[in-house]
């Protein structure tokens, strides 16, 4: 929502209030009721003014918020995701978790690919140096891993916090996966390509709210199962 357009509901409410903070008061200047003296010709004339007057009258639509989840999240989550938007106007829940939930296919694929091009620019230096000395290590012993996300059942923001212009936001990813691991020969070593489990993540995005880059970089990660 624009500056002009808040600047303008500001201003409509608070003629709003004024208008209703007088009525019902008599302030020596409104029309008599019909038999105290108004001649009808007068009434009929009023109210055809009225009428006009109501025509001429352009409502406003009711306010709309920018993020629901935002505005209605309570306790220190909500606290903190609104400190979030003073520092950077531009944030919104719903963008974010589409963004996550692209970040979350992705890197899972990469790592699972063992493509570090793709994983650096996604991940903080520490989260990246552990993935790339996993992916190492599987190609170190001639292993392989392969991984097909089935879908993505659930992406929640259950935390956020603001550490001086650094935002973080922590989203729990609940998703389908088939993970196969073969050794050497080819054969598996670990996981079933028929099953499909169901995976728990817990990760943490970071962005500097002074940055122009609006990228968020993810900076922990935390598997509860």
Do not use: C
């Not at 974010?96 to 296919?105: C, L, Q, V, Y």
């Not at 170190?140 to 991984?147: K, N, P, V």
């Not at 993505?152 to 001086?164: K, L, W, Y």
């Not at 050497?184 to 996981?191: D, K, R, T, V």
């Amino acid at each position: 929502m624009s500056l002009d357009l808040l600047l303008f509901a500001a201003v409509a409410a608070f003629l709003v209030f004024r208008l209703r903070s007088v009525l019902g008061r008599r302030m020596g200047n409104e029309r008599p009721p019909m038999g105290t003296g108004e001649s009808p010709n007068n009434a009929k004339s009023q109210t055809a003014t009225d009428n006009a007057n109501e025509k001429n009258v352009v409502a406003l639509p009711d306010r709309k918020p920018d993020d629901p989840f935002i505005e209605q999240a309570v306790g220190a989550l909500g606290e903190n995701l609104r400190e979030i938007r003073k520092s950077d106007s531009h944030f919104n829940t719903v963008k974010f978790i589409e963004g996550a939930r692209g970040a979350f296919e992705m890197i899972v694929t990469s790592f699972a690919t063992g493509d570090t091009d793709t994983l650096k620019p996604l991940l903080s230096d520490e989260v990246y140096d552990n993935f790339s000395k996993a992916i190492k290590e599987r190609s170190d012993i001639g292993a392989s891993m392969e991984m097909t996300l089935v879908g993505i059942q659930e992406s929640d923001i259950i935390e956020a916090s603001m550490d001086g212009a650094v935002a973080f936001v922590t989203t729990k990813f609940v998703s389908e996966q088939i993970e196969v691991t073969y050794n050497a020969s080819g054969e598996i070593s670990e996981g079933d390509p028929t099953q499909v489990t169901t995976v728990t993540d817990i990760w943490t995005f970071a962005r500097n709210t002074r940055s122009r880059n609006p990228n968020w970089t993810l900076v922990a990660t935390e598997a509860p199962n």
